[in-house]
């Protein structure tokens, strides 16, 4: 089949279908004509990259895993190394979500000291008025 109607049949943008062949994802062949073509497989192989995209591999990590991947989810077999990639993202993500929480924490400080200070200090309505003012 052709890319079009690989787009067609995964739901797949072209661009994004040529992209993951750039990242050596996906391995057309060449017809005479030179255009791309694809076997019926490399819709379940589509299929698997995005659902390890979704699971936020980036297509590096992807080109690793691939060779393991079975079925749409995908499944993965036990390949040499395999397990370390998943948890090396995992513990990623884990310090992305960490550093989330504290950023979260300190903003959450900064709101709730200028919220006491406001109303402490009255600048509340100062606030109100001066908006008031910049309206009309």
Do not use: F, K, W
Not at 59 to 74: D, N
């Amino acid at each position: 089949m052709l890319i079009g109607e690989l787009s067609r049949r995964t739901g797949v943008h072209a661009h994004l279908l040529r992209y993951y062949e750039s990242q050596g994802l996906l391995r057309p062949t060449r017809g005479p004509s030179g255009y791309r073509e694809y076997t019926d497989e490399v819709v379940l192989t589509v299929t698997q990259i995005r659902n390890l995209l979704a699971a936020g591999l980036s297509t590096q990590e992807i080109a690793y895993t691939l060779p393991c991947a079975t079925g749409p989810l995908p499944e993965l077999e036990p390949c040499a190394e395999v397990l370390d990639v998943l948890r090396a993202r995992l513990r990623g993500i884990d310090a992305r979500i960490d550093a989330l929480l504290d950023t979260r924490r300190s903003l959450g400080d900064y709101i709730e000291a200028t919220e006491q200070r406001r109303c402490a200090t009255g600048a509340g309505d100062v606030v109100a008025e001066e908006a008031q003012h910049a309206r009309e």
